[in-house]
């Protein structure tokens, strides 16, 4: 089952903050976050373990809650160069040796001069 | 450089045909997946592999396969059973695919196109 993502898209002026939500059905091990620009390969951003961390670098931030089976990315004073759809990837307790990672249907940011 | 090549990148094909994307790679990673994007669905797996002559199916795997002969090398055959076979198709490998540990590496992509 794919995670959930929240919004599907939002539009954002330069220097905004922005909060892309995804929400999980399943026990998660970890969540990874994922930007593909248009016409591009999604590139990795970053990977949250269970353990409810937070990460970031620059101003893009993530936060993981293993109880409520949800992370959430951070975008701060946003860039032109934010904009893309954000992807997350969920990776779930399943047990098992095999691995998955379920993509979420993305959330399109656009960042406007 | 290290990296992940996928070709061709844009492929047209005749319904009732076979076609192989192919899908190498030089970054030495072990596991290698192969990915499905259509426009508001996401990335869907279709096939992965964690090793050599090993693979599993993925969430959409019907009408597709695959092989593994090489480490390098994890071609994707979408063959004519594949009902819907218009989409982007994404390549990408991770180092390793233990929990946690498995971040992915993605190809450029190839757009098959089906007339």
């Known amino acids: 089952q794919q995670p959930v993502q929240s919004p599907q898209a939002v539009i954002l002026r330069e220097g905004e903050d922005a909060v892309i939500n995804c929400s999980s059905s399943k026990a998660l091990y970890s969540v990874h976050w994922y930007r593909q620009k248009h016409g591009e390969a999604p590139v990795f951003l970053m990977i949250l373990l269970k353990g409810g961390e937070q990460k970031g670098h620059d101003k893009i931030s993530a936060s993981f809650n293993e109880k409520k089976q949800q992370s959430s990315l951070y975008l701060t004073a946003s860039q032109l160069s934010y904009s893309g759809t954000y992807f997350c990837?969920?990776?779930?307790?399943?047990?098992?040796?095999?691995?998955?990672?379920?993509f979420g249907k993305g959330t399109l940011l656009t960042v406007n001069p | 450089d290290g990296g992940i090549t996928q070709s061709p990148k844009y492929l047209f094909r005749k319904e009732g045909q076979n076609v192989t994307l192919s899908c190498e790679q030089n970054l030495n990673h072990d596991a290698m997946y192969w990915y499905r994007q259509d426009p508001g669905q996401g990335l869907r797996l279709i096939y992965y592999?964690?090793?050599?002559?090993?693979?599993q199916k993925g969430d959409i795997a019907e009408g597709y396969s695959v092989s593994r002969e090489k480490k390098e090398s994890f071609p994707l055959t979408v063959t004519s059973a594949q009902k819907n076979p218009t989409a982007f198709y994404l390549c990408a490998t991770s180092r390793d695919s233990t929990w946690g540990a498995n971040v992915l590496t993605f190809g450029a992509g190839s757009r098959l196109t089906v007339l």
């Open positions: 990837g969920t990776e779930s307790n399943s047990g098992g040796s095999n691995y998955k990672l379920t």
């Open positions: 592999s964690q090793i050599v002559n090993d693979f």
